[in-house]
């Protein structure tokens, strides 16, 4: 499976620099939670899409993003609003009939939004030195193959791997489609780091023991072996998280829908990336020596 180490090891890189590239070109479309702002949700027809914009943008003088559901609702985020200008929009919506009842309506300031965007960012990279951390104690009886702390780094590039193939597709996403990445969002890339690290730990504990056990085949044997071994029980448990999330997205509704899309790619990417991007730099790290 990965007896061409090398050539795999270029296909990470060029996956990793292509989402690079998508990201800065395309940018991420920051939903309030970090940028501040409203948002407020209300039955409507598609059809009413252009007049509920036109008719938002001459009341507050300013752009607005109007969008419709697939629940047949219409979901409109704007500058924050007081409530007197959340009444009064109500109140000019339903007067001229382009809107139904009003499902919902929060609104965040832009302090806020700041805080969480740091906070958010303190918990990914806490998580990822705890991670690292704690795969080179794990691992450390390899060492007379592999330096323990590599096996860490391995696992977080394949983790930088996969943050960032999800991260492209939202960007794309947004682009196409308006999607925002709010903090469901960043609750997604957490989860998608357990789950991606565990099968990566999973993979490497087998190169531990198949090594272990022989302490005498090169790494690329090694590894190869420990890739076949523990293949069907990755794809096992990937088939079956995604069943859950399949259904998920299908039932569970407008408000998680992008959330289950998320941690569906993340799912597909973590198993491909534990085997054909993890395995590949631990590789290159164990031959740097």
Do not use: C
């Amino acid at each position: 499976m990965i007896t061409k180490p090398k050539l795999w090891l270029m296909v990470g890189i060029a996956t990793i620099a292509a989402s690079i590239l998508v990201i800065v070109i395309l940018r991420l479309d920051w939903g309030i939670d970090f940028t501040g702002g409203s948002l407020l949700e209300v039955t409507a027809t598609a059809e009413n899409l252009p007049a509920i914009r036109t008719e938002l943008t001459s009341l507050l003088h300013g752009e607005v993003n109007v969008q419709s559901t697939q629940s047949g609702s219409v979901i409109v985020r704007t500058k924050v609003l007081d409530n007197q200008q959340h009444v009064d929009i109500i109140n000019a919506l339903q007067e001229k009939q382009l809107i139904g009842e009003e499902l919902r309506f929060e609104s965040i300031g832009p302090t806020m939004g700041s805080e969480l965007r740091r906070k958010a960012g303190w918990a990914i990279g806490l998580a990822v030195i705890a991670m690292i951390a704690y795969l080179a104690y794990e691992f450390r009886q390899a060492a007379g193959l592999i330096s323990s702390w590599k096996f860490g780094v391995a696992a977080v590039y394949a983790l930088v791997h996969d943050l960032l193939a999800v991260t492209a597709l939202f960007a794309i996403l947004g682009h196409w489609l308006g999607v925002t990445v709010d903090v469901l969002f960043v609750t997604a890339m957490l989860a998608i780091l357990g789950y991606s690290v565990n099968d990566t730990i999973i993979l490497f504990n087998r190169l531990k023991s198949e090594w272990l056990a022989t302490r005498s085949a090169g790494l690329v044997t090694v590894m190869d072996g420990a890739a076949k071994a523990t293949l069907m029980r990755s794809l096992n448990t990937s088939l079956t998280t995604l069943l859950v999330l399949v259904t998920l997205l299908f039932f569970g509704g407008e408000t998680i829908r992008w959330f289950i899309v998320a941690l569906a790619a993340g799912t597909i990417v973590g198993t491909y990336s534990s085997i054909f991007v993890a395995s590949p730099i631990l590789y290159f790290l164990a031959k740097a020596r």
